[in-house]
């Protein structure tokens, strides 16, 4: 297909998060005209209320979703290449004690599996504390403690990542507009037409593809695009966070919650501690997500049970939103692949993400691409997001 200049843009993207900006980045470096529209903010939504985590998904091996856990590991190695001041290695450690599901020799074997599918380096791999540095991690509780596990992740800042691919977008050509409301689109005969609201001005835009980045309102969006493209079910599900005084020193800790046994991460994060998170489907506006009082307390005794001598002092509390298949049961035993439904698969002009992983969010660009493909014309690349850098 010929580059024909009747239409703005080849991309265009609604949604300014970090799923929004990785496809800006991925289609400028391949040359393509792209532009991002947001409403609020970059990294308004559920790109600044995620867990802070770049990493392959440990648990994710229970559910046996090898292959999103080898991408999800593929993907932090590189994060970690190419962005060294906003991703960081960090520490893992997991407790056990008589009570905890999850035994010593499923974690031998889960743990064996994250390194080789991250390629048995020696920085992925993973060991047992000795028992005599037991105390000194963090005033976590030694009563009949039996193993302490530690692997490696890494941990960034998601809203300073998600603004970073936006700066390296824009390098390349991509364009912001922002805040701007997103009001309707309309499939033409070439494309797609769009209507937004940006200040006072009423703009038109054209593009051969449009991709609803929505996130949360991805849903909403496609209801504003006419025809009505496919949108698989699914459901929001909430997950609190937690602010307390003080930063662990010594790493993450992976511990089981003693109420249900669900994963919960105590992290640092600056010079306090993350602790989180719970998990509740949403029914209501996602632009209102409450941290409720009672999940508060759900995790707060999770942290009184596993360190009783740290303060419980909540500093700030937030919920964010995750896009999962609708389903009953556990959210955290749900696939966490990413479905990207479109218009028309031969000939695609709208594309909507639904799921995702922080993570995962380059490899997740690059199928978006590759799917619009066929309605995007020839170009020339400007670069390769699997080494520009970050920062």
Request: with cysteine; hydrophobic share 35%.
């Amino acid at each position: 297909m010929n580059r024909s200049d009747q239409l703005d843009y080849d991309v265009a993207i609604i949604g300014g998060g970090i799923h929004g900006v990785g496809v800006a980045q991925v289609a400028a470096a391949a040359g393509y005209r792209a532009i991002v529209i947001e409403s609020r903010a970059l990294a308004a939504g559920t790109s600044c209320r995620s867990s802070k985590l770049i990493h392959g998904g440990l648990r994710y091996l229970e559910t046996l979703q090898v292959g999103l856990v080898r991408e999800s590991l593929t993907e932090r190695e590189r994060l970690l290449r190419i962005a060294p001041s906003l991703v960081r290695r960090q520490p893992f450690l997991i407790p056990v004690y008589p009570k905890t599901k999850r035994r010593p020799w499923q974690l031998h074997l889960g743990l064996t599996g994250y390194w080789l599918l991250a390629g048995l380096k020696p920085q992925t791999g993973y060991r047992q504390i000795p028992r005599d540095q037991w105390e000194t991690l963090d005033g976590l509780t030694t009563r009949e403690l039996t193993h302490v596990f530690q692997y490696w992740d890494a941990q960034t800042d998601d809203r300073l990542l998600t603004e970073a691919v936006m700066r390296s977008a824009q390098s390349l050509g991509a364009e912001l507009v922002c805040p701007a409301e997103f009001q309707q689109a309309t499939l033409i005969e070439q494309g797609v037409e769009l209507q937004i609201q940006h200040g006072d001005t009423q703009r038109t835009i054209t593009a051969r593809t449009l991709v609803n980045a929505g996130g949360p309102w991805a849903t909403q969006v496609a209801q504003q695009i006419s025809p009505q493209p496919p949108t698989p079910s699914v459901d929001l599900v909430a997950g609190t966070h937690l602010e307390l005084p003080g930063k662990v020193e010594h790493g993450c800790y992976y511990v089981e919650a003693p109420q249900d046994g669900r994963a919960v991460f105590v992290m640092p994060w600056y010079d306090r501690t993350l602790l989180g998170t719970t998990e509740r489907v949403q029914r209501d506006d996602p632009s209102n997500v409450p941290a409720t009082d009672a999940e508060v307390e759900y995790l707060l005794a999770v942290y009184r049970h596993y360190f009783p001598g740290r303060s419980t002092q909540v500093l700030d509390r937030w919920a964010g939103l995750r896009v999962l298949p609708a389903a009953t049961g556990a959210a955290f035993k749900r696939s966490r692949e990413t479905q990207l439904p479109t218009d028309n698969d031969a000939q695609p002009r709208v594309l909507s993400i639904f799921g995702g992983k922080l993570t995962g969010y380059r490899a997740t660009a690059e199928k978006v691409l590759a799917k619009l493909r066929p309605s995007l014309p020839t170009a020339t690349p400007r670069g390769d997001t699997r080494t520009l850098p970050l920062e």
